[in-house]
């Protein structure tokens, strides 16, 4: 096979392999059976894919010794390059799908919290007061990389925009990833300033990215 082809063949290769990575990254976490540690490790190889499309093309246009595979092979690594963000926006969509999903599963859980404070005039000190009178069991959020859901009340739910209590799933990585995914009583996530950007609305829920 002449080093043409064989760039060619490894590089669609390694292309499509890359861009289903990508997807997985952030698609991975949010499945009923996912892993935020795969996740993470998809993140990695995703991340030294791209590095190497970036590098890859001024070789193949510059150095002499590899200019003659430029044809095919700055393609290749543009594609590369390309495939990852492609899958990631795949990805990314049908994370927020997930979420959204979630903001309507998480009903029964907040509706059992509202509860207990309207009969016992306070929010409940732990999720595991509302069992068995209120829910059957401490729901998990149905998510494989994030599956539990963490309950605040006292002073550290007032950290955030001085709620009563509060619920998160901290949706973190790969990286330096740290978003949450938060449901305040007041619903008032405009009042809650905090890191990378705006909360985005999800229901009666709130997405924060960082």
């Given at each position: 096979?002449?080093?043409?082809?064989?760039?060619?063949?490894?590089?669609?290769?390694?292309?499509?392999?890359?861009?289903?990575?990508?997807?997985?990254?952030?698609?991975?976490?949010?499945?009923?059976?996912?892993s935020?540690?795969?996740?993470?490790?998809?993140?990695?190889?995703g991340?030294?894919?791209?590095?190497?499309?970036?590098?890859?093309?001024?070789?193949?246009l510059?150095?002499?010794?590899?200019?003659?595979?430029?044809?095919?092979?700055?393609p290749?690594?543009?594609?590369l390059?390309?495939?990852?963000?492609?899958?990631?926006?795949?990805g990314?969509?049908?994370?927020?799908?997930?979420?959204?999903?979630?903001?309507?599963?998480?009903?029964?859980?907040?509706?059992?919290?509202?509860?207990?404070?309207?009969?016992?005039?306070?929010?409940?000190?732990?999720?595991?007061?509302?069992?068995?009178?209120?829910?059957?069991?401490?729901?998990?959020?149905?998510?494989?990389?994030?599956?539990?859901?963490?309950?605040?009340?006292?002073?550290?739910?007032?950290?955030?925009?001085?709620?009563?209590?509060?619920?998160?799933?901290?949706?973190?990585?790969?990286?330096?990833?740290?978003?949450?995914?938060?449901?305040?009583?007041?619903?008032?996530?405009?009042?809650?300033?905090?890191?990378?950007?705006?909360?985005?609305?999800?229901?009666?829920?709130?997405?924060?990215?960082?």
């Amino acid at each position: 096979m002449q080093p043409k082809t064989r760039l060619l063949v490894f590089g669609l290769l390694f292309s499509a392999a890359n861009s289903f990575a990508s997807f997985l990254t952030f698609y991975w976490p949010v499945h009923p059976h996912g892993s935020k540690t795969i996740a993470d490790a998809l993140g990695l190889f995703g991340a030294f894919a791209i590095l190497a499309g970036l590098v890859l093309i001024p070789i193949y246009l510059f150095v002499p010794k590899y200019r003659y595979l430029a044809v095919v092979g700055v393609p290749v690594a543009l594609l590369l390059v390309a495939g990852s963000f492609l899958g990631g926006k795949i990805g990314i969509i049908l994370r927020m799908d997930a979420f959204e999903q979630l903001a309507a599963r998480s009903s029964p859980l907040v509706a059992a919290i509202d509860q207990f404070v309207v009969d016992q005039g306070r929010p409940p000190n732990d999720l595991t007061e509302l069992v068995p009178k209120y829910l059957p069991a401490v729901p998990s959020t149905g998510m494989g990389g994030y599956p539990e859901y963490e309950y605040l009340v006292g002073s550290r739910a007032e950290e955030y925009a001085g709620n009563p209590w509060a619920l998160l799933v901290r949706a973190w990585g790969p990286g330096i990833n740290f978003d949450e995914f938060m449901y305040f009583p007041k619903q008032n996530y405009r009042e809650y300033l905090y890191g990378g950007g705006p909360i985005e609305r999800i229901g009666d829920w709130g997405y924060l990215p960082e």
